[in-house]
């Protein structure tokens, strides 16, 4: 008989096997064997160092990344922290100012005569109400930081920014001349000179 020769096609893993039928003998071309250890190749290490290596520049980044996000926390915290101890008084102040101008200013017309029978002090009283509500809150901010950069820059001088500390101190003016006032609302002036 003749010889007979089967040839399977390659795999799709990239190994081939041809058989021969001369003398049974089976030989297998292996182009990647899979239970085969590479690392003994001359390629392995290189893949290894550049595993390693991009390894190492995704956690560099990733580290980065959060050091930036932790910094501008601290950066916030301690901004908020000084611009907090900056206002707390000056808002603390200005609430005062708003809260009994307001007050005196919302009782009816027969109260206030009994609470401030001197007609002049109640004048006063409504016209520093009607200045302290011609005040927005955004108005009141951009005064406080007004008075901010005039503090740091002393020459520019003065602005509307002193307008707020003004309007307390006449407060505490109005409140010490209207003896009625004082007896009743004493802690007050305290209150807006304490800070």
Avoid at 15 to 40: C, F, K, R
Avoid at 100 to 109: E, G, M, N
Wanted: proline share 4%.
């Amino acid at each position: 008989m003749g010889d007979l020769r089967v040839e399977a096609a390659p795999s799709s893993s990239g190994t081939g096997i041809a058989q021969h039928a001369n003398d049974g003998h089976v030989a297998a071309a292996e182009d990647d064997d899979i239970w085969d250890d590479a690392s003994d190749s001359p390629g392995h290490a290189s893949n290894l160092d550049r595993e390693w290596i991009h390894r190492q520049n995704q956690f560099h980044k990733m580290g980065y990344r959060d050091g930036i996000t932790e910094g501008q926390k601290d950066s916030a915290q301690e901004g908020f922290n000084v611009g907090f101890s900056q206002s707390v008084n000056v808002g603390y102040k200005w609430g005062l100012v708003r809260g009994v101008t307001s007050a005196l200013a919302s009782l009816p017309d027969n109260l206030k005569e009994k609470l401030v029978p001197d007609a002049q002090c109640r004048r006063k009283f409504l016209d520093v109400h009607s200045s302290v509500q011609g005040i927005s809150a955004d108005d009141a901010l951009q005064m406080f930081h007004e008075s901010i950069f005039q503090s740091n820059h002393p020459a520019d001088g003065a602005t509307e920014s002193n307008r707020i500390k003004s309007l307390s101190e006449d407060l505490v003016l109005l409140l010490h001349e209207c003896p009625d006032i004082k007896n009743r609302y004493h802690r007050i002036p305290r209150l807006l000179n304490a800070c």
